[in-house]
């Protein structure tokens, strides 16, 4: 017999044990709750027409999120609070919700379709951002940037975002009706051992400790591990892929920690990027804008760390800096643990170094020596919500130029991590590059070799994201761009800034 996921909707109870483990949240909403507020648009997390707000019972409090109700699957809500646009005229008391009248109010809607994944994307970032901060609402400010992260993932067709910028801003002066307390309800809905869906169609485990999770994957090595389902959500919606196991690692607290220390930063696979982003900043604030620009705040909000680096995409954000940094994984089965370098990881195009029953535990990110440079940039065709064409990080141990009784000492690179994705089948140092830098002078002859040994190092391909030529050019032209920047600081190299 199955057990049920039981879930709060719009401040009721929800129970179900009848429909597919692969049923997402928006199928259930718009046919079996009639809840057709939320769209579907692209049914791949890009448009934001779907966006609910999910709610989570994290140390006594509920946390609120933006999410993509069309790639979450519904077994994944099971003791989590969700929260759709039909709710928010409830919480203002039968009338429009703020958010709703400054869209109106600012002229912020025309076909109407985009319309209800704005308003929940901004009713978030009105009760909660990432951080779990208020916001809006408070008198407290927020600033352009806050609202263009907030709505970066909701595209609209008509009206152009100037009136929907106009309605964010507004809100920030009106008070903010509460929400009601559900942690009670919610602390109800908690389970303190998995959860063991079981449907004709197929089977949904949530494990809760580690152990449940390591014996699920020994039982069923052939299972799908999905954490926060922004890669597996497109196997169900886009290839129709049959997934008859499911085995959620996303409801495991001791994957979901994260800790830092004198040594570096510990990040449980299953931390979301939100979750991760502000440890990561802190220890390495070359990262900040690069983790703005990865996917969305609704992806942000659900996608996980363990999930980028496992999915292992020659194209994926996350492995180029963690790899420059000497990141390390933690993998762990029923057998044991053993812990690699990142990018010994990935084997191949799609292969990674994970054995039957095994999953990514951690991933340790060391702490830069005060002397190291650090740089990421990601070159895409939009700055929001897009895949990189190009990603290259680049972490050099730079002893500083110096005068000596013998004479003066130019700048030398004691040590160079350099790694790209979008340059070859798997995410990848470039060694011959790094070599070519290594213990010697930080100078144009120096980078000049370090470029033209990245041709030893990748031969990249070309698709539609960028021709190989450009690959080839950008690659060099971002070391170059990296020199610009550590000789010459008087040169601007472009930073972008959100228009105010
Ligand atoms: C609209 C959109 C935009 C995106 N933009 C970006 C972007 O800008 N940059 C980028 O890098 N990616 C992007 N992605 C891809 C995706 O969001 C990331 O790869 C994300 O980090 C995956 O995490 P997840 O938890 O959702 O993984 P899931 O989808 O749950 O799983 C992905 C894969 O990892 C495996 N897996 C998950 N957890 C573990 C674990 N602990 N151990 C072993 N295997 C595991 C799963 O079995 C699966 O094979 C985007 C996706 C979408 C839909
Ligand atoms: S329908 Fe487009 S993001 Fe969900
Ligand atoms: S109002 Fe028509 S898509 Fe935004």
């Known amino acids: ?37 939320s769209k579907e648009g692209c049914a791949e997390g890009d448009c934001g027409a779907c966006t609910v707000v999910v709610g989570e019972l994290r140390e006594g409090r509920v946390r609120y999120r933006s999410a993509n109700a069309c790639i979450l699957l519904l077994p994944m809500l099971d003791g989590l609070e969700v929260i759709t646009v039909e709710r928010l005229k409830t919480l203002a008391g039968g009338g429009p919700h703020p958010v709703q009248q400054a869209m109106v109010e600012h002229h912020a809607s025309q076909c109407g379709f985009c319309t209800p994944g704005f308003v929940m994307s901004l009713f978030a970032l009105y009760h909660e951002d990432e951080r779990g901060n208020r916001h809006i609402g408070n008198g407290e400010p927020v600033g352009a940037a806050e609202i263009h992260d907030a709505i970066a993932g909701n595209l609209c067709r008509c009206t152009g975002y100037r009136p929907i910028l106009a309605a964010a801003r507004a809100i920030a002066s009106q008070t903010r009706p509460a929400l009601p307390d559900t942690s ?14 079981r449907v004709p169609s197929g089977a949904f485990f949530a494990p809760r400790s580690l152990a449940e999770l390591s014996s699920r994957l020994a039982k069923y090595p052939d299972a799908t591990l999905v954490a926060g389902a922004t890669d597996v959500g497109l196997w169900v919606t886009k290839q129709q892929r049959s997934l008859p196991i499911l085995v959620h690692a996303g409801r495991v607290d001791a994957l979901r920690r994260i800790a830092s220390d004198d040594a570096g930063l510990m990040i449980g696979a299953a931390a979301t990027w939100s979750e991760a982003r502000a440890a990561l900043v802190a220890l390495e604030p070359g990262l900040a804008e690069l983790l703005s620009r990865f996917a969305s705040m609704q992806i ?22 963690l790899i420059a940094l000497g990141a390390r994984l933690r993998l ?20 990674q170094d994970r054995r039957p029953g095994e999953f990514v535990a951690s991933i340790f990110v060391p702490r830069p020596a005060p002397s190291t440079v650090f740089r990421v940039w990601k070159l895409s065709k939009r700055f929001d919500q897009d ?9 050099l141990d730079i002893r500083a130029a110096r005068s000596t009784p013998e004479g003066d000492q130019p700048a030398m690179v004691r040590a160079a991590r350099i790694a790209f994705g979008g340059m070859a089948g ?65 040169v601007a190299t472009g930073v972008y800034r959100h228009a105010g």
């Open 332 to 351: 762990c089965s029923n057998q044991g643990e053993r812990e690699l370098a990142l990018e010994d990881y990935y084997l191949d195009y799609g292969r």
């Open 426 to 490: 798997i995410p990848r140092r470039a060694s011959a590059s790094e070599a070519a830098l290594t213990g010697q002078p930080w100078t144009e002859a120096s980078l000049e070799a370090a470029i033209a040994a990245l041709d030893q190092d990748f031969t990249p391909i070309g698709d539609h994201r960028a021709s190989a030529e450009y690959r080839r050019l950008a690659g060099g032209n971002l070391l170059r761009r990296l020199f610009v920047e550590t000789t010459r600081p008087e």
């Open 387 to 395: 895949i990189s064409a190009l990603c290259g990080a680049f972490a």
């Open 1 to 37: 017999m199955t057990e049920r996921i039981r879930f709060l909707l719009n401040g009721r109870v929800r129970d179900v044990s009848d429909l597919a483990p692969t049923t997402t949240l928006l199928e259930y909403l718009r046919t079996v709750e009639h809840l057709t507020g």
């Open 300 to 321: 942000r909000n659900s996608a996980t760390v363990g999930g980028n680096i496992a999915n292992g995409s020659p194209i994926g954000d996350g492995m180029p800096p």
């Open 184 to 197: 009670s309800a919610l602390t109800l809905l908690q389970r303190d051992r998995e959860l063991a869906y």
